[in-house]
């Protein structure tokens, strides 16, 4: 797949039709891949797909543009919240169509987009631990915000979410987690179109000139603050669609899955799966859920005490990410991703210096060919 991708790049093919080609494939391989996958899998699948929404924004915004957030969790509660809302006052008034949820996707993004409006104005005029300390502020107070707004967000308990079932053309045994997994890859795969055709443009290049050095974008005629600004909200948009992704597999929302471990996990997704690749976001949303997958498994093969067990279910997956983002990067900086490209030209290098065939040497005991005599 990446090797087609440098070819098209190579060819004519406009940035727009070879993304558009992109989904495309991958919407036909991931669609077939639900129905080769149970339904636990199905839901993993969906619970990537979430994680990859926000963590896709978040690769742009610090990658790109060399801004660290430390608070997209928060943002991504703002638009799980307002799912939720939304789509208990449809099923308050008895409206259960399928569109409902789009819309109710689309409220949470432009809360979550204009929340990431205020935090960006503010982050415009921050740099480095400033920054990082703010959003760290904005994904602690998420909880006390919850508490005080019992009324409307139910305090700690939190609120379930209404939403219709599975479309009766699908068939009466088409199982929900499929039907998730869907809504889940459609959101992930138009995020990365946004995502990477907004990269690969001319804002693309202005958040990287002012990446690596803001000093020489500003003298270039760079709009600094304004450039850093919308890339929060483009990122924070992307964290309210993924929170509200979030609600709509889990059918419930509460403080306690949005808080401050939610944040530093996407951040280690970036890093781990290589900042400022959108491939990367994938290898580190996937990662994400596999590792605590992988923690479960193994916390349930050990005879443990029940408190023990739940303790190391809590806090070993972090541990084993913080782990593996040691390891990476000492051994591969640019994660994996960068491993893997690097992997490829390996390869690619091999085999064009491989001789596509042998020089033709003549036999030993072949005779040397007769001077040509010239007659003068």
Do not use: K
């Not at 690097?342 to 005991?365: M, Q, T």
């Amino acid at each position: 797949m990446t090797g087609w991708l440098h070819s098209c790049r190579r060819t004519s093919v406009p940035t727009l039709a070879r993304h558009l080609i992109g989904v495309a494939v991958a919407a036909v391989a991931l669609l077939g891949l639900t129905y080769v996958l149970d339904p636990f899998h199905d839901y993993q699948l969906a619970t990537a797909a979430a994680y990859l929404c926000a963590a896709a924004g978040l690769t742009v915004l610090i990658g790109q543009n060399g801004q660290l957030s430390l608070g997209h969790g928060a943002l991504m509660a703002v638009g799980a919240y307002t799912l939720a809302m939304v789509q208990n006052q449809f099923g308050d008034h008895g409206v259960i169509a399928q569109w409902t949820v789009v819309v109710s996707l689309a409220a949470g993004v432009v809360t979550a987009t204009l929340a990431g409006t205020v935090i960006g104005l503010a982050a415009a005029r921050l740099r480095g631990p400033y920054l990082a300390g703010l959003t760290l502020v904005v994904a602690i107070a998420l909880p006390a915000v919850t508490t005080v707004f019992s009324g409307v967000f139910h305090g700690d308990q939190g609120m379930s979410v209404f939403l219709p079932p599975v479309p009766d053309q699908l068939g009466v045994d088409f199982p929900m987690e499929r039907w998730q997994a869907w809504l889940a890859v459609a959101a992930a795969l138009l995020t990365l179109l946004a995502l990477a055709n907004l990269v690969r443009g001319r804002f693309g290049r202005s958040m990287r000139a002012i990446r690596d050095n803001e000093v020489a974008a500003s003298v270039a005629g760079i709009p600094v603050a304004r450039v850093q600004v919308v890339a929060f909200v483009v990122s924070a948009a992307c964290a309210g669609l993924g929170g509200g992704m979030f609600a709509v597999l889990a059918q419930s929302v509460s403080p306690d899955a949005f808080t401050l471990t939610l944040s530093l996990n996407l951040l280690l997704a970036v890093v781990v799966g290589g900042s400022g690749s959108l491939a990367g976001a994938v290898w580190g949303s996937l990662l994400l859920v596999l590792l605590r997958y992988w923690a479960d498994q193994l916390t349930g093969g050990l005879a443990l005490s029940a408190g023990l067990r739940t303790r190391l279910a809590g806090n070993l997956p972090l541990a084993v990410f913080g782990l593996l983002l040691i390891v990476v990067m000492m051994a591969a900086p640019g994660g994996v991703q960068g491993l893997l490209s690097r992997a490829g030209r390996w390869v690619g290098g091999r085999l064009i210096r491989r001789p596509s065939h042998r020089a033709e040497v003549p036999a030993p005991d072949a005779e040397p060919p007769a001077p040509v005599v010239s007659h003068s």
